[in-house]
């Protein structure tokens, strides 16, 4: 037994404190916990949990790619026939009101009354694939004035036709109150 | 000459363990990371033993070092793709093992408490008095400690943390940490006296 710091005596016989490493049990444990842990996992979790980082960041990107789509989208149809054509614009607004109009007069009428079946209807709320065909050959013919005029006959058809149903309708029923625009507007 | 000797070689090897971590670890770390248990089972093999005699010393019984060595790996499995350099295993398992060998004893109502600031002042020196002394019975004197004592005695001496880090994972002043320390080691060369 020599005389030494206590640190040092400690330094110099450290691998004398050491105790043999743990029973296997610990491993076996262990073992069980980890087994019980993946078949309670699904494997989509468990790929989830390792790469969740890396998942999150692709669904950040999907979300914003389809925001800023949906987005572009958005301005593109705004912007679109407003830059090719303002006076154009103004028409379709114009026209789209009045239509809306129009339609809204004749939703007033009882299905017997219009004498239209629903498909016939739907027809009347006119989805409108040919405007939207002309707008498009628009934007790749900015200068075609036939274009142009085509699409607001196509408009003044459209009122035409509903301004005929209209009138049909006031023959059929007189009685019935359809609004025009001053009494709205009172 | 000789304990600075000794004192070098540890730093190094600390350093040269987490500054360059050998490929083999890197490729275990890597293997742990996709949730090998083969392994998971070698990350065990080669850490556990250390492991075992930190929780032993720590919590004092074989039944409470196994359960608390248990759970500390599983933290390890589940955790290590946090992970970020593969060089610092050894350093992260211990931190890891300490904290749950922490938390063990203060389920069991171990308090960590302050000490008088006058009193660490009066505080004896033992640094400069020599210590003679055998392996078994140092290690008797240490297992008779009160549980605060043997507690700061074990992460400075044995898992060589600084009193700084000790005084962070208990939550108590560097001073308190500097006080205990050398008040556990007075009690130990008493014991470790009478018995020679």
Redesign the interface.
Known sequence: MSEHNFEDFIRQHRAGFEEQGPNARVWKGLEQQLKAQQTHTPKVVQLLKRHWLKAAAVLVLIVNSVMIYQFLQFKKQQQDLGTISPELQEAKLYYTSQIEQKLEDIRQYSPEALGLDSTARKELELRNDTYQLLEKELEANPGNERIRSAMVRYYQMKLDLLDKILEELQAKQPGTKTFNHHEREI | MQ?FS??IVFIMQRLTDNLNPTPATDQLVARC???D?RA??EL?DTY??AM??IC?RMTGN?TD??DT??EA??QV?GNI?KLEQAGSVTAWIKRIVVNHCLSHLRRKKVYFEEVDRVEVEEEPS??EA??????NA??EAIAALPVGYKTVLNLY??EEYSHKEIAGMLDISESTVKTQYMRA?EK??QMVSQK?
Do not use: C
Request: aromatic share 18%; glycine share 10%; charged share 20%.
């Open positions: 304990p000794h004192l990371k996709k949730g248990v998971f089972k065990y556990s033993a075992y005699n032993l074989i070092a196994e060595l248990q790996f599983m499995f793709g033992v640094d020599g210590f003679t002394g055998t392996v140092v290690k001496l044995f080691k130990v060369r020679l």
